[in-house]
T-cell receptor, first 112, second 114 residues
Framework: GAGVSQTPSNKVTEKGKYVELRCDPISGHTALYWYRQSLGQGPEFLIY????????DSGLPNDRFFAVRPEGSVSTLKIQRTERGDSAVYLC??????????FGPGTRLTVL | DQQVKQNSPSLSVQEGRISILNCDYTNSMFDYFLWYKKYPAEGPTFLISISSIKDKNEDGRFTVFLNKSAKHLSLHIVPSQPGDSAVYFCAASYGSGSARQLTFGSGTQLTVLP
């Protein structure tokens, strides 16, 4: 079956602009996670959805970051007033009530 | 404060030999551990996992060992193949049901030489 998909694969933007990153989880997976991976590091947790609600957003670095999952499937990560330090690979993962999370290919965000 | 540490950024092994990747953790609440493999420009791919109630889990060429008293786990790959060359991440979690954010190490680049 289809895995987790993320669009766009690459996004280049200018400092101060607004960006949206999209994640399509594996069909039927109720849990959805966003992570951010900087160069040379492992992924870092941002936010977790169970269904439509954000069950844990403790990893969001500040209030410029926001994520939604209005229908309990597709999720969008939104970053306002982007800064150069936001440049990273943004990874989405999904799971079905279990411990194993399955990751998408990521969106590489570059803020100039 | 890194709760999950992979102290070896790189490892080179000859094809056919054993690869051993190590991981240490500090948070005693972690009760589930996973290994992911990552190729360039791709997302992490789940490899193998282990619950804290076990000390070993095996899947084909891959075996994960957990030493809770030492807060240490390792991934053994035998025999190693050139296609195993990738970055390997150790991850840990705790919590109930799906509420399990993963905490990752910084990864180990494995190179299997033909």
């Amino acid at each position: 079956g289809a895995g987790v998909s993320q669009t766009p694969s690459n996004k280049v933007t200018e400092k101060g602009k607004y960006v949206e990153l999209r994640c399509d989880p594996i069909s039927g997976h109720t849990a959805l996670y966003w992570y951010r991976q900087s160069l040379g590091q492992g992924p870092e947790f941002l936010i977790y959805f169970q269904g439509t609600g954000a069950a844990d957003d403790s990893g969001l670095p500040n209030d410029r970051f926001f994520a939604v999952r209005p229908e309990g499937s597709v999720s969008t990560l939104k970053i306002q007033r982007t800064e150069r330090g936001d440049s990273a690979v943004y990874l989405c993962a999904s799971s079905y009530g279990g411990d194993t999370q399955y990751f998408g290919p990521g969106t590489r965000l570059t803020v100039l | 404060d890194q709760q999950v540490k992979q102290n070896s950024p790189s490892l080179s092994v000859q094809e056919g030999r054993i690869s051993i990747l190590n991981c240490d953790y500090t948070n005693s609440m972690f009760d589930y551990f996973l290994w992911y493999k990552k190729y360039p420009a791709e997302g992490p791919t789940f490899l193998i996992s282990i619950s804290s109630i076990k000390d070993k889990n095996e899947d084909g060429r891959f075996t994960v060992f957990l030493n809770k008293s030492a807060k240490h786990l390792s991934l053994h790959i035998v025999p190693s193949q050139p296609g195993d060359s990738a970055v390997y991440f150790c991850a840990a979690s705790y919590g109930s049901g799906s509420a399990r954010q993963l905490t990752f190490g910084s990864g180990t680049q494995l190179t299997v030489l033909p």
